[in-house]
């Protein structure tokens, strides 16, 4: 299983994420908290994340669309909701609904 590196505004956390399985949901059952308002349909990019080593995968059409509409993001910015765990990540968590006061949103389907 690949290892997911995960920096927070809390700390830093490794664990294990099954392949194949959806970042946003691999980070949030490791007790990670991110939000996720859309439910995990590359609509709201509040589950963006920084990818700081690793390779995340290619990114689909509609996450391109969706972070395209947003001025100076870097490019090492995904979405989470739209990324497969393939292979060990180093990531940042960019919003957390308990620095933001807010709820995280649906739980995305797998």
């Keep these: 299983m690949p290892n997911i590196e ?5 700390g830093t956390m490794t ?3 099954p ?9 949030e059952d490791a007790g990670i908290d991110i939000l996720h308002r859309c ?3 590359a609509r709201c990019t509040t589950c963006r994340v920084e990818i700081l080593d690793g390779d995340a995968g290619e990114m689909s059409e509609a996450e391109r669309n ?25 990531v940042r968590v960019i919003n957390q609904a308990s ?6 949103g649906p ?3 797998e």
């Design 66 to 90: 969706r972070l395209a509409m947003e001025k100076e993001l870097a490019p090492n910015i995904r979405l989470s909701c739209q990324i497969r765990v393939q292979s060990d990540l180093k």
């Design 15 to 17: 664990f294990e994420a």
């Design 39 to 41: 439910g995990g349909n």
């Design 6 to 10: 995960a920096e927070t505004a809390t």
């Design 99 to 104: 620095v933001r006061h807010l709820d995280p």
């Design 19 to 27: 392949a194949g399985r959806k970042l946003v949901l691999a980070l």
């Design 107 to 109: 739980r995305p389907a």
